[in-house]
């Protein structure tokens, strides 16, 4: 099986991971926000808004380092207001993905 | 009660079996078919604890879990995708058996016929637009300022700067934008990517996905070629991807916002 010629486009994301074809930011906006959504057997079908929100914060939480000093108004942070600083970013990004707000 | 789960990948169009030698799905497990007619569910068993309603809960604030499962999924739809017609799933979409997974597919049949429909043809691109930094105002502060006031007036103005140019490469962006729309026949807004996570110390200004005749996809490709030495803006299109922004049902898509 081999890809129609048409499909030579291939400017491929820089990558969250840095190895992988696919950014895997790029790979979540679609899984988390498309796909046909079925109700599954099991009431796991986070899939949309909640399941977002969820991996967003795993996401942020996960990867946000302390924020530079300098970006924000220059201030060094202590390490409890850097956490503080990454709670607040994934409320924020809670908020931006309220249903209707997308 | 079996400990085995039926993980559903997507539903696709006559897949030839022969396609499905040696596709492995989440946890390495072999993919098979589900069909109904010419409906085929692509499947795999899951590990029922795992995708225990708790269990995935806290599952999915485990990123590494969630990358594995988010890639075996995208593996299997993608490698599928290149030679069949298909509709993606969400992900993590489970059913006690083969069986149940046959009763959704024969009570769904007209709507995966009609989303399935919707797809033929076509193919997802990403369109990432991100301002391009080191634009007008890159300079201001670059020099040692002479005194805190005049440090704090730079400043000030780098911002203002700053912002401006924001407000021209989003401008921009909603120019190249509304060209790549005219080539597509659907497109969708993804939420904007969050510095920290694109890996890009541009900020993003647009991010959208557009659902485009295979045919077309060249268009798509000069266009973006044209576009390299932009001043204002960096333009990055991903893909082909399989539809998975316009995988949707005609109700899921008249409820989005």
């Known amino acids: 099986m081999t890809e129609p010629e048409s499909f030579e486009l291939t400017p491929r994301a820089t990558s969250l991971f840095g190895d992988e074809e696919v950014a895997l930011v790029d790979l979540l906006d679609r899984l988390l926000a498309g796909g046909v959504v079925l109700v599954g057997d099991l009431t796991i079908s986070l899939a949309g808004v909640d399941l977002v929100r969820i991996s967003l914060r795993a996401l942020i939480t996960s990867i946000a380092p302390v924020e530079r000093p300098g970006t924000r108004g220059g201030t060094q942070r202590s390490g409890a207001a850097a956490s503080e600083a990454v709670t607040a970013r994934a409320e924020r990004a809670d908020r931006e993905l309220e249903p209707g707000d997308g | 009660m079996s400990d085995t789960l039926t993980y559903v990948y997507a539903v696709a169009r006559d897949v030839d079996d022969a396609a499905l030698d040696g596709l492995r799905g989440i946890g390495g497990r072999p993919v098979r078919v589900?069909?109904?007619?010419?409906?085929?569910?692509?499947?795999?068993?899951?590990?029922?604890?795992?995708?225990?309603?708790?269990?995935?809960?806290?599952?999915?604030?485990?990123?590494?879990?969630?990358?594995?499962?988010?890639?075996?999924?995208?593996?299997?739809?993608?490698?599928?995708?290149?030679?069949?017609?298909?509709?993606?799933?969400?992900?993590?979409?489970?059913?006690?058996?083969?069986?149940?997974v046959r009763a959704v597919l024969t009570d769904s049949r007209e709507t995966f016929d009609g989303v399935l429909d919707r797809l033929a043809g076509r193919a997802e691109f990403g369109l990432k637009v991100y301002a391009r930094r080191g634009g007008r105002g890159a300079t201001a502060g670059r020099e040692r300022a002479a005194s805190g006031a005049e440090y704090l007036r730079r400043r000030r103005q780098a911002l203002r700067e700053g912002d401006t140019a924001l407000d021209e490469a989003r401008e921009a962006a909603a120019e190249v934008d509304t060209a790549v729309t005219a080539l597509a026949v659907a497109s969708r807004t993804h939420r904007l990517q969050d510095a920290t996570l694109s890996g890009t110390s541009e900020p993003m200004v647009l991010n959208r996905a557009h659902l485009v005749p295979v045919e077309r996809a060249g268009e798509l490709a000069a266009l973006v070629d044209t576009l390299a030495e932009h001043p204002r803006i960096r333009v990055e299109v991903t893909g082909p991807w399989v539809p998975y922004s316009f995988a949707q049902t005609q109700q899921a898509q008249q409820d989005q916002p």
Do not use: C, I, K
């Open chain 2, 34 to 100: 589900v069909t109904v007619g010419r409906l085929a569910a692509v499947v795999s068993d899951a590990d029922r604890a795992e995708f225990e309603e708790r269990a995935l809960e806290e599952r999915l604030e485990d990123l590494e879990w969630l990358a594995a499962t988010a890639r075996a999924h995208h593996h299997v739809v993608d490698t599928l995708g290149r030679g069949h017609l298909l509709a993606p799933l969400a992900l993590a979409t489970v059913y006690f058996d083969d069986d149940r």
